[in-house]
Every structure is written in C-alpha cells, then in structure tokens.
C-alpha cells in the first residue's frame, strides 16, 4: 500500500494529549509565537513552557525522530549529532528531569552525547527508543507508547504530511 498523503486509521477521533498548551481558542483567541534565534532555542522556549518532568531528545539535524516522537507526551528537546546545544543544556541545568529518552540510534544522536545528557537524567540512565532506519524506530516508539487502536501513516520520505497529520 502507497501512502500518498498521511491518513489516519482508526475508528474514532483521536483526542488531543491533554497537556497544557498556550493557545486555547476559548480562553485566549490569539495564538502564541516561541521564536528563539534557532531551532535549538526555540525547542527550549517550548520545554519551558511545559515546566520541568520528562523530556524526549532528538536530531535537531533531521525530521523523522522528532516527528515520530512528538507522540510520547514529553518535552522535545533539540541536539546536534555530536553536542548538546546551549539552549538545550540550559534547560536542562534548570530543570531537574525525572527521565530522559532519546528518540533515534547513535548516526542521529551520538553515545556521547547520550552519556552527556546521563548528568541531567533523574538516576543517570538516559533511554534510547531506536530501530534500524526511521521506519524502524516510528515502530519502536510506537510500541513504547502503547497503542489506541489508531496509527497515522505518512510517507517517510518527507515530513509536510506527517506534520499535517501529527
């Protein structure tokens, strides 16, 4: 089956993580623009908005992991292959997270920036969710996550639908 656009696949609608969020059209009608001077900033900005906990990192060099990830519920912070940004760190310096995961294997997030982010996990034990491609690890996330009976398909060639569709 060739997925052109992204579909969902379910029986009924899927209802909206509950977690906070800064733009509620009944209460307050405008949205809200985070604008940090890059992505890695941008990402913090979001973080701080949802206060301290868990938080899931992943390629800020790429799309599919944080794509796949934006479903765990969590922070999504930003890193390069090889380093951990200054806005990233920051966050992390500031808030104590109870755990963290990264989402992608070692080509996407490096295990030395794995053992860097150790220093702000909880009990030290960073989590890494990853299969062998992108699909793979869509896959493992998935799973991690449990399932409500609904999956999203989109091309993993490109990431506008599966955007769309998240």
């Not at 793979?136 to 409500?148: I, K, M, P, Q, Y």
């Amino acid at each position: 089956m060739v997925v052109a656009a992204a579909a969902t696949l379910c029986a009924s609608t899927v209802a909206a993580s509950g977690s906070a969020s800064a733009y509620d059209p009944e209460t307050n009608p405008e949205p809200v623009r985070y604008a940090g001077d890059n992505r890695y900033e941008t990402a913090a900005l979001i973080a701080d908005e949802w206060g301290c906990g868990d938080a899931t990192v992943v390629s800020g060099e790429n799309w599919p992991d944080g794509l796949a990830a934006s479903v765990l519920d969590d922070r999504i912070l930003l890193v390069t292959r090889d380093s951990i940004p200054a806005a990233t760190q920051a966050y992390f310096e500031d808030c104590d997270s109870e755990d963290i995961t990264i989402v992608g294997g070692p080509a996407a997030v490096s295990s030395a920036v794995l053992e860097a982010l150790e220093d702000y996990d909880s009990d030290g034990h960073v989590q890494r969710i990853a299969g062998a491609d992108r699909y793979a690890t869509a896959l493992e996330v998935a799973r991690s996550n449990g399932t409500s009976g609904c999956v999203l398909l989109a091309t993993g060639m490109n990431f506008p639908d599966a955007l769309a569709g998240g």
